[in-house]
């Protein structure tokens, strides 16, 4: 029951920002859009408050009574409208229906509160094409709205979900429906597309829409198919001319001795009628490069229906057939890899007079049948009166406002195809073995893998050799709608056949996914997953936050650690397998460029990014990473450090078998990981040794030795440990993979920390007499890392000097700790800033780490400051000695290395230590 409203003076409603999540994000594997929206006054009037609401909505959208909402039935919904429930809530119902409505059916949503902000919330729900699930957004927020009282209305940002808006007018759920209908007219796939997209999705064959029409690539890299409707990737380029030249068809279809009629091709009206007499009444004109029956004239029987006819083609192309017309029904036959799958018999646009009503009338009834639309978008097509209907009409004595008697049938065509209003009627299981041969020879004759054959017959059950009748046309990308949904008879599946054709034997068109994150080490990792794969014989798609390769080659040099440098690894016709380095901005963005991989991996969880886009905690980072886990095949493998509390957590969501890596695999491995083992399940471990100790493979209950840690370049002997624990998840994702240790092994051991196969991971540079290391350490963790090593290695040098920085965006405690970690390791520390700063002042940054860096004590005299990197680098350069050590974290990775190596010192010394 409703309560009375009085003003409150609230803020009004307000969308704060919206997301697309195209694969599996944080809230739901399904792809989403989100609304982050602030109820404003509205979060004190749930919908059982609101006088009228829930009337007034259902009396808008009755489809909503059918969603079960979390009561699971019909009626769930509108039992929670009368309960009471928040207007965020709401809106993602509206969403979802208006979708469906307008053609688009979706049915997942889900709405929750933002943590720590009240009257926020993050409004999900699915959508199919982009567009139109943002329209939808907006019209639901917007329609929900129209039914708020006046103190309650008003909502700001709608442009962050569509600019358009069909409501501006004041219209409402109409003018609503229609916007979204035309829209997904215009984005939606046809009933051809959408038929095979579906069978490849049934298949668990991947699926990528590659434009806003219909080309679609099923699967992935090498083992991939595009199709357009139903021109596949196999589809012969010469084929479909020949079948576009129907005088060129003709010509090869009667040498493979099939039957066709007698024409000829004419470029005047006089010629037509000369070879119409010649041909013999009566006779058919169409364009000699038409399609959908679009100026095709038939039954031509005088030397004036000729010219009408050759008039009517010729304004569609140049040359015009004339040709013999055969008697009897149109028939399509739809040839599939040479085999017939399909056969409708299709009848030409009519009305069937009821003695009452015009003919106009009749249309309009016929045109009200729901499955008819506009051009493909249904299975049928509504009847358009045009000239031809006009003309056909005359010709029988009758016009628009004619009253035909009861019973009587009325053509409005001499075509019969779909897309002028035609019907269909399945004769698959009627046709005679003579005929689907002729129609097997025809596809073949001219080249086509998907063939629509057109074909007269007076009784598809007796061959046409005994009847007449024959080949009309040859088709390229025939329709399916005739034959998944008929007007009469059975629906064929025919998507199957041609799915099975592109994929035979029950290939899925994916290549190996092995995805890889965490909080550092992500880049080291998939480098050495990379190289073991390219051991192993395939050609890698690798994304890192340095770029893209497609094994040597690099394709872009930028940041490509989220899903849209995925996805066009995913699309490289020459991939085998894709190694994904995949950060936490992209899944928080838009969500994984993957819909499942099959082997992911989560390194660690350590505090980097915190404070950002609602990432308050080391929870909340863990959330976000574990997606990539969460999204696993079911035969895959989820990769877990099980030396981080955080990671081994995600054992209870990650995907697929679980395997662990630890550095703890001696005397010291913990009780779980040793239960696990013990299980008979998957670990790779560093056991206890000098030099980093043994990486061994634990796998159902057997213990395989690999190598020693001290082997692998990339470790400098065994000292770096967090590559010992990079080259850990490197063997287990590989060895999940099904590669052999041997060739795991092979390939560790020339993987080296050079810049060449790992830029800004852990390079050394010896030649100027002091040793160089260039490593992007940024935050913390990493810097600590780093320093470990640098403490192993402090014996062998003399002074360690150390430029450092860190990120903007990051937290002023993290800053802190950063110069914290710094002087507790260097002798010298020189602070810079990243150009941009990421929204502080200039400066700030080297403030706040020198606060971390004087607050333990550390000399102000060995402490600089230099905003720009390459000064800071080339002062961190001047400042070496003979045996020093500089170890430099830049931004700007390649130009910092060149400079490195361009460097030359002022003085050459006579003598120079030997370094290690």
Sequence with gaps: ???????????????????????????????????????????????????????????????????????????????????????????????????????????????????????NYNVLYAYREEEVGLLAGRLALQLVESLLPAELRGIQGLEELHRRDPLADGGGVGAALEALTRLVGRRALGPTTRSLVQEAERRGIPVMRMDEHSLVQLGHGKRQQRLRASITGRTSSIAVEIAGDKDLTKALLADAGLPVPRGAVVRTAEDAVWEAERIGYPVVTKPLDGNHGRGVSLDLRTPEDVRRGFEDAARRSRDVIVEQQFQGYDHRILVIGGEVRA????????????????????????????????????????????????????????????????????????????????????????????????????????????????????????????????????????????????FEGWARDIARPVIDMLFPDGETGRIPILAITGTNGKSTTTRMVAHILRHAGMTVGMTTTSGIWINDDKITDADASGPKSARMVLRDPSVDAAVLE???????????????????????????????????????????????????????????????????????????????????????????????????????????????????????????????????PATLGGMAGFNIQNALAAVGMTYAQGISPPVIRAALQNFSS????????????DAHGFRVILDYAHNPAGLTALCDLVAKLRPRHGRLIGMISTPGDRRDDDMREMGRIAAGAFDEVVLRERPDGRGRPSGEVMRLIAEGVLGTGFAEEHLHCVLDEHEAAELCLRMAQPGDLVVLTPTSVEEVWAQVLAFRPVEQPAAVKELA
């Design 754 to 765: 050079s810049f060449e196969q790992s830029p800004g991971r852990l390079n050394v540079h």
């Design 1 to 119: 029951m409703g309560t009375e409203l009085t003003s409150t003076g609230g803020a009004p409603m307000r969308v704060l920002h919206s997301a697309v999540y195209r694969g599996p994000h944080l809230f739901s594997h399904t792809p989403m859009i989100r609304i982050r929206l602030d109820l404003g006054a509205l979060e004190e009037w749930p919908s059982d408050r609101l006088p009228g609401f829930t009337d007034g909505l259902v009396a808008m959208l009755p489809g909503l009574q059918e969603h079960g909402c979390s009561y699971g039935t019909p009626g769930g919904f509108i039992r929670r409208l009368r309960e009471g429930t928040w207007i965020g809530h709401v809106c993602e119902h509206v969403a979802l229906e208006l979708q469906t409505r307008a053609g688009s059916r979706v049915t997942r949503g889900k709405t929750r509160s933002v943590r720590g902000k009240p009257g």
């Design 343 to 486: 056969v409708a018999q299709r009848v030409p646009a009519h009305v069937v007079g009821d003695g009452v009503r015009t003919i106009a009338a009749l249309i309009e009834e016929v045109n009200r049948d729901p499955r008819r639309g506009s051009g493909h978008e249904n299975m049928l097509t509504r009847i358009e009166v045009d000239e031809h209907v006009l003309g056909l009409l005359a010709k029988a004595g009758m016009n628009l406002e004619s009253i035909p008697e009861k019973g009587r049938c009325v053509a409005l065509r001499d075509t019969a195809n779909l897309s002028t209003g035609g019907t269909a009627i399945d004769r698959t299981d009627d046709i005679h073995p003579d005929n689907a041969c002729i129609a097997r020879r025809a596809a073949m004759a001219v080249g086509l893998d998907v063939a629509g054959i057109d074909f007269l017959a007076p009784d598809i059950r007796r061959s046409v050799r005994e009847t007449g009748g024959g080949i009309v046309e040859v088709n390229a990308a025939p329709g399916f709608r005739m034959h998944l949904e008929p």
């Design 582 to 712: 995949t950060a936490r901005g992209g899944i928080l963005r838009e969500g994984l460029g993957f819909e499942e991989c099959d082997v992911g991996a989560v390194l660690n969880i350590q505090a980097d990014h915190l404070g950002l886009k609602e990432v308050d905690t080391l929870e909340d980072l863990a959330a976000v990473k574990s997606v990539v886990v969460e999204s696993v095949r079911r035969d895959g493998c989820s990769v877990l450090n099980a030396d981080d509390p955080l990671t081994l957590a995600m054992e209870r969501h990650a995907g697929g078998r679980i395997a662990f890596f630890s550095m703890k695999g001696g005397k010291d491995m913990p009780d779980a990981l040793r239960a696990h083992i013990d299980a008979g399940g998957l670990a790779v471990v560093s056991e206890d040794g000098v030099d980093g100790g043994d990486i061994v493979v634990h796998d159902d209950r057997r213990r395989l030795p690999l190598m020693s840690a001290a082997e692998i």
